[in-house]
């Protein structure tokens, strides 16, 4: 998911405990003194004033209620209980890698004339496919007018949720996809990349001509989609995301982060090795040491350039590892 927001950060499912309305109790959708019907009404003279034709507004919006359900799962605080290594092992499974592989082989045509396009290896567009939504199979089941309605209407971060509802209904009002059809997850991301509304206006795309920007049902356009997020992002075709290394004993943990960049030649110098021991890369691209852990004991990687566009894709550090590391795995260097 892409998702752009700290406030859900990184989708990172498999982490979450999630204490719900049973531990909460009720949950007020809104505390101020307005009915759901009035806000509507609102929306839709914003919509109006933006262009959106009224026929659109009057299918969208007719007859949709809060979802009490999307108020719990925002409201629900989540734990993480769960080691890095736990987490990475959980996303990048045997059969996730076999599942990826299978798909960079079946697509291989049109993974090919979106790696020409937007200079992103096809390894990565299917990672990525793989971890948002398991290759296409879990889109998520909620209406996403319906569930950015009801988080717009809530008092907590309406202004933004306002922005993506309008965004939505402008997305269903260039004929894209219907409101019914326009389902995703409970906080709006979308499709098979899982897109936020305005992320879906500024880079998703239409590559095969048809006159829709179809991320739902649609590979090609949900894979170019991808690749134009990722470029968009500064992604370089030329290199990889980072790998996995081994740091000396006596390394400066102040080193680690990404404010610190060195060249590759420049780790080496400072005792930093590949995982197996062996020396590193001599091409010298600018590099930094992440530690996704805290402590000495912290796996750590040497990432480059494209780990920072994952981040802007999804700006949580287990995302960004497991998204690299699973394009690794599928292949295709």
């Known amino acids: 998911m892409q998702y752009k927001s700290?406030?859900?950060?990184?989708?990172?499912?498999?982490?979450?405990?999630?204490?719900?309305?049973?531990?909460?109790?009720?949950?007020?959708?809104?505390?101020?003194?307005?009915?759901?019907q009035t806000f509507l009404a609102g929306v839709r003279t914003?919509?109006?004033?933006?262009?959106?034709?009224?026929?659109?507004?009057?299918?969208?919006?007719?007859?949709?209620?809060?979802?009490?359900?999307?108020?719990?799962?925002?409201?629900?605080?989540?734990?993480?209980?769960?080691?890095?290594?736990?987490?990475?092992?959980?996303?990048?499974?045997?059969?996730?890698?076999?599942?990826?592989?299978?798909?960079?082989?079946?697509?291989?045509?049109?993974?090919?004339?979106?790696?020409?396009?937007?200079g992103v290896q096809s390894r990565f567009i299917v990672a990525l496919w793989g971890l948002e939504t398991d290759f296409g199979r879990n889109t998520g089941g909620f209406s996403v007018i319906q569930a950015l309605a009801t988080l717009a209407y809530?008092?907590?971060?309406?202004?933004?949720?306002?922005r993506e509802l309008l965004n939505a209904l402008q997305i269903v009002d260039q004929g894209h996809i219907t409101a019914t059809a326009m389902r995703g997850s409970w906080a709006g991301a979308m499709g098979q990349a899982q897109f936020m509304p305005s992320t879906f206006l500024s880079a998703a795309v239409d590559f095969d001509g048809d006159g829709k920007r179809d991320i739902w049902t649609n590979k090609a356009d949900v894979f170019a989609s991808a690749a134009q997020l990722l470029a968009k992002n500064?992604?370089?075709?030329?290199?990889?995301?980072?790998?996995?290394?081994?740091?000396?004993?006596?390394?400066?943990?102040?080193?680690?982060?990404?404010?610190?960049?060195k060249p590759i030649s420049a780790w080496q110098a400072l005792g930093v090795r590949r995982s197996d021991g062996g020396d590193l890369p001599t091409r010298d691209l600018q590099a930094s040491i992440v530690l996704p852990t805290a402590g000495s004991r912290s796996p750590a990687y040497l990432v480059y350039n494209n780990y920072r566009s994952l981040l802007r894709w999804n700006n949580a550090t287990l995302f960004a590892v497991a998204v690299g590391t699973l394009a690794d795995r599928i292949g295709d260097d």
């Open 234 to 261: 500064g992604w370089l075709g030329d290199q990889t995301w980072g790998r996995p290394v081994k740091v000396p004993n006596n390394f400066d943990p102040a080193l680690a982060g990404l404010p610190t960049q």
């Open 154 to 162: 809530d008092d907590r971060r309406a202004a933004y949720f306002r």
């Open 6 to 36: 700290p406030w859900i950060a990184g989708w990172i499912r498999p982490l979450a405990v999630v204490a719900i309305a049973a531990v909460l109790g009720p949950l007020p959708v809104r505390a101020q003194q307005i009915d759901f």
């Open 46 to 118: 914003e919509a109006l004033d933006r262009g959106i034709r009224a026929q659109t507004l009057d299918v969208a919006l007719t007859g949709i209620e809060p979802l009490q359900r999307v108020i719990e799962l925002d409201r629900a605080q989540p734990e993480f209980t769960l080691t890095f290594e736990q987490y990475l092992a959980g996303r990048v499974t045997e059969g996730r890698v076999a599942r990826g592989k299978q798909m960079l082989a079946e697509n291989r045509e049109l993974l090919a004339q979106v790696e020409k396009k937007y």
